[in-house]
């Protein structure tokens, strides 16, 4: 994993803009923070040709700086691949690559190569545009990149289809006249108007239809031209182009539902064994190329976020598979001291005061009570629980849970921290789980050699963290699955699936990769494998929920029947609970609704 930042200016080096106000240093900083590992700054000056009217790179001293075009890399890295030591961008012959990203299929590597160097070398031997475009379509995992081919003066950039790693983008303007790709913000500044970069396209920026001083910015912005990732041609295979449709089958008229999840239904054992044997090569494939470390028995690689609930539990129980018995897991279990849950429990509900006075009571002064009860969050008790289950299971697996427990106070002293992260993102709901992301990825709080003995402090080393992220939107978990039947029947299920499966690019993917990976972390999404997610597609409607049962069994029926066969009974019975809910980072100081700009 890796933070870039890139950006392309016209003028000498001392005249760029970039590089006289704050900002340049301010996103370096905050690019830095996502690869601690190795950082470095790379520069190629062109200067325009009035006779071609083209660029060409600068050789000895430089002509008319004011024709000059500059581009400028920075790239930090957390190596997460490959013996050697790295530090990007990568270059080759003139060819410069800025990866941020993992490829698990489509690339025969062994543990000792590097995917951002051996992917350049791939694509340094293609020519055209549409080749580029169809080679991200034969490799799976989560990317952004940007990526310059010398010979050609193009520049290629976007995101892998699920928008897994975060790139956002500024078009020039003429109060800011440069060109920015960015892993994350450095907050609200009106240097920048930054965008996240879609991942409808692959993009392509032709350096050598970029007009000189009188026209740079018109020119530059038409010369990005965006090629649609599924390409056209017959018989071509390119499996990991996009995602696949959500399958129109209807249920046949007769299909009555199952009331029981033992024995598994007949109609339902094959796609409770392909869900099983998809999801572990997928949690396979994210853990086992995490490099050993000095001291790897004592020490964790590898942590999922974890509440307890039916996600996070199976991809721990299949982590715990292919990691050595002798290494722990780490399971980053986060609580908030919540000041209106609190006031809750001591004062009882305040619904009917009014909303004003009610605001100013949650935020008067420190919360009435500050104890180890205030962290006894449901995600917290479910994970407790859930816990119990692993350990009963996995026999001789060391399982660290990490008690995260957030006060009021520091909370609150990160929010402007957390807001700069998460940018373009800032309503309410989205500081609500990047608050959670944050301190869970952090991974900084407390550890028990058994659930009555004293805690003691932990921070977990684990760079590598799994995410369950994923399951809801493709399995059918949300109350709106059920509420589309009520109106629409099966056919407002499958168009609302579609509509989960089209949105999930757009929601809340690139923001949790900043929040995140500012901790220096990397979030894996085994759910979110195109090859998971296009097998689910794939099954017809009722193989994988059925609003007709009831919450805790109809919603994502197909992961609770999966689980219960790997003998997770009490996690296959739980019900579905939003982050921010079960560990109380939501509406702390009685705020809106969360869809309500932060103010």
């Given at each position: ?7 392309i ?38 200067n ?55 490829i ?24 055209e ?28 950039f ?17 109060d ?107 949690v ?24 307890g609930?039916i ?9 715990h ?61 479910t ?11 996995c026999p ?47 991974g ?84 979110l ?29 197909l ?5 219960r ?35």
């Amino acid at each position: 994993m890796c933070g870039i930042l890139f950006s392309i200016q016209r003028g000498s080096t001392i005249q760029n803009p970039l590089n006289t106000i704050q900002l340049s240093t301010n996103l370096r900083e905050a690019i830095s923070k996502r690869g601690p590992d190795a950082q470095k700054a790379y520069q190629i000056q062109l200067n325009h040709d009035s006779d071609t009217h083209s660029w060409a790179p600068t050789s000895g001293a430089p002509g008319n700086q004011h024709e000059n075009l500059v581009l400028d890399f920075f790239v930090s890295e957390l190596q997460l691949r490959g013996g050697d030591r790295v530090v990007q961008p990568h270059e080759q012959d003139g060819d410069i690559l800025c990866w941020n990203g993992e490829i698990f299929e489509g690339l025969n590597l062994s543990p000792e190569e590097n995917d951002g160097v051996t992917l350049l070398k791939h694509l340094h031997e293609l020519e055209e545009p549409a080749q580029i475009r169809d080679y991200f379509a034969t490799i799976e995992g989560p990317y952004a990149f940007v990526y310059y081919r010398s010979a050609s003066q193009h520049l290629y950039f976007g995101r892998d289809p699920l928008g897994r790693r975060s790139l956002l983008i500024h078009k020039p303007d003429v109060d800011r006249p440069y060109f920015l790709l960015t892993s994350v913000s450095a907050g609200q500044d009106p240097q920048y108007n930054l965008e996240e970069l879609s991942t409808q396209f692959i993009y392509c920026l032709n350096l050598k239809h970029i007009g000189s001083a009188q026209d740079f910015i018109s020119t530059l912005i038409s010369c990005i031209e965006s090629t649609g990732r599924h390409s056209r041609l017959p018989g071509s295979h390119r499996p990991f182009a996009i995602p696949n449709r959500v399958n129109i089958a209807l249920p046949p008229t007769e299909f009555i539902a199952s009331r029981t999840m033992d024995p598994i239904p007949g109609y339902l054992e094959d796609a409770v064994d392909g869900l099983i044997r998809h999801l572990d090569h997928s949690v396979m494939l994210r853990v086992s190329t995490i490099p050993l470390t000095v001291g790897a028995n004592s020490r964790s690689r590898l942590a999922v976020l974890f509440s307890g609930g039916i996600d996070s539990t199976i991809i721990a129980f299949m982590a715990h598979k292919y990691i050595p018995m002798d290494e722990p897991i780490d399971l980053l279990n986060v609580a908030f001291e919540n000041p209106r849950k609190i006031l809750l429990q001591t004062e009882g509900n305040l619904g009917g005061m009014p909303k004003g006075k009610k605001r100013q009571k949650v935020k008067q002064g420190n919360p009435p009570v500050a104890s180890e009860k205030a962290y006894m969050v449901p995600d917290r008790v479910t994970g407790l629980q859930e816990l119990e289950e692993l350990q009963r299971l996995c026999p001789g697996r060391t399982w660290n849970f990490v008690e995260v427990n957030v006060p009021f106070e520091e909370s609150q002293s990160m929010r402007s921290t957390i807001e700069a992260l998460m940018l373009p993102g800032r309503t309410i709901m989205d500081m609500s789980l990047a608050l959670a992301l944050y301190f869970a990825s952090r991974g900084v709080g407390q550890i028990r050699g058994t659930t009555e003995a004293e805690a003691r402090p932990y921070s977990s080393p684990a760079r590598v963290l799994l995410n369950g992220l994923g399951s809801d939107e493709l399995l059918g978990g949300y109350g709106r699955h059920r509420t589309a039947f009520e109106i629409g029947g099966w056919e407002g299920v499958i168009e609302e699936l579609q509509l989960e499966l089209d949105r999930i690019p757009v929601r809340n993917l690139g923001r949790d990769d900043r929040v995140i990976s500012s901790n220096g972390k990397e979030t894996r999404h085994p759910f979110l494998a195109l090859t998971v997610v296009n097998f689910l597609a794939n099954l017809p409607v009722h193989l994988k929920m059925d609003p007709r049962l009831e919450v805790g069994m109809g919603d994502k029926l197909l992961l609770r029947l999966a689980v219960r066969k790997l003998g997770l009974v009490e996690a296959s019975r739980r019900k579905k609970r939003a982050m921010q809910f079960g560990s109380h980072s939501a509406r702390m100081g009685g705020e809106k609704r969360g869809d309500v700009d932060l103010e």
